[in-house]
């Protein structure tokens, strides 16, 4: 089975400090994401990357950067932390295959708090 | 661009009856579909999936999709709730060729009654 594994479950962080998630999966997946999760918005996607030290921007990537040094592992970091940036924090990799796409698979998720 | 609506926000069952969860999309390309459930402070697990085989689509605790491209609807379905479906649901498109990011609905919550 797939496992996405993230480095902390909950986190709570002051405001400015810099932040660092950090997700791991363990199937040589090409395609890795990161999203935020909050109520009635469903998930949007903040950065995704398709290759080792490849990324590019999904759709809310204000505040975030993400740095991918090693195909398992992709990391979101907030550079600045802000309390709008008070969220649950999801990670997932796929399956790259030309034209098909796959389903992602979901790491349990961060609960960050910024105060 | 594609886009997904749940219709429903929250969906309330008594436990054995029918649950039916309705999807709506959007895309200028044949698009993959997909049923995800999330139960409290966990992470998504994937229910089911359509990728232009066949229209009915089974998936796992005896949750089933159809793909309907003249209604474009993705709507889930299952015949007998149980206490454990308990979660939140979210229908998910893909997008065009080559695209590999998903595009996420709102969710839907669906809560059990005993």
């Known amino acids: 089975d797939v496992k996405v594994t993230q480095s902390s479950r909950y986190l709570v962080k002051r405001t400015g400090e810099k932040v660092f998630l950090e997700c791991v999966q363990d199937?040589?997946?090409?395609?890795m994401f990161w999203y935020r999760q909050d109520p009635g918005l469903g998930l949007r996607l903040i950065y995704f990357?398709?290759?080792?030290?490849?990324?590019e921007k999904g759709d809310i990537p204000e505040g975030y950067s993400v740095s991918r040094e090693k195909k398992e592992r992709f990391s979101l970091i907030l550079e600045s932390a802000s309390t709008n940036q008070t969220s649950m924090y999801l990670c997932?990799?796929?399956?790259?295959?030309?034209?098909?796409?796959?389903?992602?698979?979901f790491g349990p998720g961060t609960r960050l708090t910024v105060t | 661009a594609q886009s997904v609506t749940q219709l429903d926000s929250h969906v309330s069952v008594s436990e054995g009856t029918p649950v039916l969860l309705r999807c709506n999309y959007s895309?200028?390309?044949?698009?993959?579909l997909f049923w995800y459930v999330q139960h409290p402070n966990k992470g998504l697990q994937l229910l089911l999936k359509?990728?232009?085989?066949?229209?009915l689509v089974k998936g796992i605790n005896g949750f089933e999709a159809e793909f309907k491209k003249s209604e474009t609807s993705f709507h889930l379905t299952k015949p007998s709730a149980h206490m454990s479906d308990a979660a939140e649901y979210f229908c998910?498109?893909?997008?065009?060729?080559?695209?590999?990011?998903?595009?996420f609905g709102a969710g839907t919550t669906v809560t059990v009654r005993a």
């Open positions: 199937m040589d997946h090409e395609n």
């Open positions: 359509y990728t232009s085989a066949a229209t």
């Open positions: 998910v498109v893909s997008g065009t060729v080559n695209d590999y990011k998903l595009s």
């Open positions: 997932a990799s796929s399956r790259f295959a030309g034209t098909v796409t796959y389903e992602q698979y």
């Open positions: 990357s398709y290759d080792v030290k490849m990324k």
């Open positions: 895309s200028s390309y044949s698009p993959s």
